[in-house]
């Protein structure tokens, strides 16, 4: 059983590339970021809390996080494999993701991460948060001109809690040897050969 983070910064790919990964590899994919947004368009409890912490672009506490992946992946028990996409972005969320994929004989096998810089992330978030329509997006569940893509200062905000809060796990996954770079910057299917290449070789 093969379990990936998918890794990077906010506009890095990971949701487009899981796309294409979770059909070629039949993973399980799991994005808390489109759980969270389906959870604000249903109305739930979940969504209303997580919806005041997204919208200003702050993390949604752990303890709340934590739980709904737990219970994502709890929901899959014939899984192959999993795409966790946007999980872990904490210290304390990696750790917890350890031991329970531990209690389960499971274990993340590689940490990927898409690497691309500042300022084209963030052309590319303004660009999405006007995109209102895209089918790709309405596909995914998402919705489509996200609040937090539409105003520059929030989109600052999100990689300012990237920097403090997830950029640590880096050294947390490369002193487990498990953390793989790839050039997030191409075209989308030269950049999905790049991450197979690192999956094949697991
Ligand atoms: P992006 O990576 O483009 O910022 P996501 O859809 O992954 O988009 O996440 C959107 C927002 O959802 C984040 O800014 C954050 O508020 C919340 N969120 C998603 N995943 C997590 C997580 N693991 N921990 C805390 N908050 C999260």
């Known amino acids: 059983m093969i379990n990936i983070i998918l890794f990077g910064k906010p506009g890095a790919g990971k949701g487009t590339q899981a796309e294409f990964l979770k059909k070629h590899y039949g993973f399980f994919h799991i994005s808390t970021g489109d759980v969270f947004r389906y959870n604000i368009q249903n109305n739930t409890e979940l969504g209303l809390l997580a919806k005041s912490y ?8 752990d303890e709340v996080t934590i739980n709904m992946l ?3 992946v709890e929901k899959q028990p014939n899984a192959q494999g999993f795409i966790f996409d946007g999980f ?4 304390a969320q990696s750790k917890a993701l350890d031991i329970f994929l531990e209690e389960k004989n499971m274990a993340i096998s590689a ?4 690497e691309a810089n500042d300022e084209i992330l963030i052309q590319r978030l303004l660009k999405r948060g006007q995109d209102s329509g895209r089918v790709d997006l309405l596909k995914r569940g998402q919705d489509s001109g996200r609040v937090d893509d539409q105003d520059e200062e929030k989109i600052r905000n999100r990689f300012d809690e990237y920097n403090s809060k997830t950029a640590p ?3 947390y996954y490369q002193a487990q040897g498990k953390f793989y770079s790839v050039d997030g910057i191409g ?3 030269e950049i999905t050969q790049r991450i197979q290449n690192v999956i094949d070789s697991l």
């Open 54 to 61: 997204m919208d200003q672009g702050d993390l949604v506490p």
């Open 70 to 72: 737990k219970a994502e």
């Open 88 to 91: 872990p972005r904490t210290t």
């Open 111 to 114: 940490t990927i991460a898409l």
């Open 169 to 171: 796990l880096i050294a």
């Open 187 to 189: 075209e989308i299917a």
